[in-house]
């Protein structure tokens, strides 16, 4: 069956760094486009970034230039690197993968920014 499991979340400093991993099974991974998603306390689901199958990412402007996102087709992965992460970024974090009718979710991985 189709499962995303999304890890690497947790607490970190002001200015800290994580790195999100999400792994995927269950169908053809290199074909589907791979987002991420976060959803603070009270608030809507939000975009953050996706990368396409040919690698080609697109960031939320809240994001840009402190996250990464990218992907390992053998290893049917999908990553988010968080820089400068700030108390605002507190979130948990969902993987996705769309193809057209298709839109797979992982149980969520929580980050927590604070000092």
């Known amino acids: 069956q189709v499962q995303l499991v999304e890890s690497g979340g947790g607490l970190v400093q002001p200015g800290g760094s994580l790195r999100l991993s999400c792994a995927a099974s269950?169908?053809?991974?290199?074909?589907?486009?791979m987002m991420w998603y976060r959803q603070a306390p009270g608030k809507e689901r939000e975009w953050v970034a996706d990368i396409s199958t040919g690698g080609s990412t697109n960031f939320a402007d809240f994001v840009k230039s402190r996250f990464t996102i990218s992907r390992d087709n053998a290893e049917n992965t999908v990553y988010l690197q968080m820089n400068n992460l700030k108390p605002e970024d507190t979130a948990v974090y969902y993987c996705?993968?769309?193809?057209?009718?298709?839109?797979?979710w992982g149980q969520g991985t929580q980050v927590t920014v604070s000092s």
């Open positions: 269950g169908f053809t991974f290199s074909s589907y486009v």
């Open positions: 996705n993968a769309r193809k057209w009718r298709d839109n797979f």
